[in-house]
């Protein structure tokens, strides 16, 4: 069983589209993470939540609307899709908020690419 | 606000060679390091983590890292790689409850 899936895992998208990535987490953890990665490999955090609660929101823009209708789900929607938001994204949860040992367990990532 | 420094962008090695990747850290505090490694590919999987103890860690494929809270860094070592230990290599730092911090990887290309 994977513990922590996304879908799609890849996705091919026209500018100005709105798109949504899923992630599901069945490792029972409170907290669930997006991180893009750009093409040079640079992981940076977008959004956490911990227990369906937004708990950090980096600068990223508005387009970007994370929704976790229960702790196991963590969705990302997208908006108005730009060229700059071809990137994979990474889902991920841990334990707690950081949790007691601040390690993070990844999703297999979503390749978009916007044409 | 906690950052990471990674030294190297790319290493070539041929196998057997022996690896040590640089990794630092900015932060006065109390911190947990990570070394992740993700194969092309795939997602990213933990190799090895330090949180307090023996400044020496020992993970999984005959990884292994030092912390030296001296100089700030959190160095990834091998003995001996192999062209299954091509993959890119991200040390990351979580300082009090914050999330993981990542450097922006070292890609390591093994040939045989």
């Known amino acids: 069983d994977t513990a922590v899936s996304q879908t799609p895992k890849y996705l091919v998208t026209q500018m100005g589209n709105d798109k949504s990535i899923k992630c599901e987490q069945n490792l029972g953890h409170d907290t669930m993470y997006w991180y893009k990665q750009d093409s040079k490999k640079f992981l940076k955090i977008m959004f956490s939540y911990n227990n369906k609660e937004l708990i950090i929101n980096e600068t990223v823009p508005n387009r970007f609307s994370p929704k976790s209708p229960d702790k196991a789900h963590l969705n990302l929607h997208i908006n108005s899709l730009e060229l700059g938001d071809s990137a994979v994204y990474f889902c991920?949860?841990?334990?707690?908020?950081?949790?007691?040992?601040?390690?993070?367990?990844f999703g297999e990532g979503s390749r978009l690419t916007v044409l | 606000a906690q950052s990471v420094s990674q030294h190297n962008h790319h290493v070539i090695l041929s196998e057997a060679a022996s690896l040590e990747l640089g990794c630092n850290y900015s932060y006065g505090g109390t911190v947990n390091l990570f070394w992740y490694v993700q194969y092309p590919g795939q997602h990213l999987q933990l190799l090895l983590k330090?949180?307090?103890?023996?400044?020496l860690v020992k993970g999984i494929k005959g990884f292994e890292a030092e912390f030296i809270k001296s100089k700030f860094s959190f160095n990834l070592r091998k003995p001996s790689v192999q062209w299954s230990d091509t993959a890119e290599y991200f040390c990351a730092v979580r300082s009090g409850y914050s999330t993981l911090t990542f450097g922006k990887g070292t890609m390591l290309l093994v040939s045989p």
């Open positions: 330090y949180f307090s103890g023996d400044p």
């Open positions: 991920a949860s841990s334990p707690l908020a950081g949790g007691n040992t601040g390690e993070l367990f």
